[in-house]
């Protein structure tokens, strides 16, 4: 199982509006790099997921319940996935608080932050649960 993070606009689709629908497409992502890793997520695989802009923090986790697709819906080229809803963090774990963690400083999140989608690499996953809990 590999773990990912995946950013979204509070503003246009939070956490709440996930948790009311349940599952979802995720899709929207247009940066190459970024379409590169939603093409590697497999059914199983877990998602955090990161609320930008206003709040910068994960607040909460998903799990892949489809295989990638090409977005045809989209008239720019794009690739998504679908995603079910596992919980909400009781107390969600800022970027500022990431970044002041020396472990985390090399942290796709942090290095790459304008990057929609990203793998969790397995040190930064044991450091992220064990702050989130």
Do not use: C
């Not at 295989?67 to 080229?77: G, I, K």
């Amino acid at each position: 199982m590999n773990y990912f993070l995946a950013k979204t606009d509070p503003d246009t689709y939070s956490l709440n509006d996930f948790i009311k629908e349940g599952e979802t497409i995720w899709d929207g992502v247009h940066n190459n790099a970024a379409i590169l890793f939603i093409q590697k997520m497999l059914p199983g695989d877990l998602v955090y997921i990161y609320e930008s802009l206003s709040t910068k923090a994960i607040v909460g986790l998903a799990q892949v319940t489809g295989e990638p697709f090409l977005n045809t819906a989209d008239p720019r080229r794009s690739w998504a996935v679908k995603i079910k809803f596992l919980s909400r963090y009781l107390k969600p774990l800022t970027l500022a608080q990431m970044k002041a963690i020396p472990e985390l400083a090399d942290f796709n999140l942090i290095r790459q932050s304008r990057l929609s989608v990203m793998p969790v690499e397995p040190k930064h996953q044991k450091i992220l649960e064990a702050l989130l809990g």
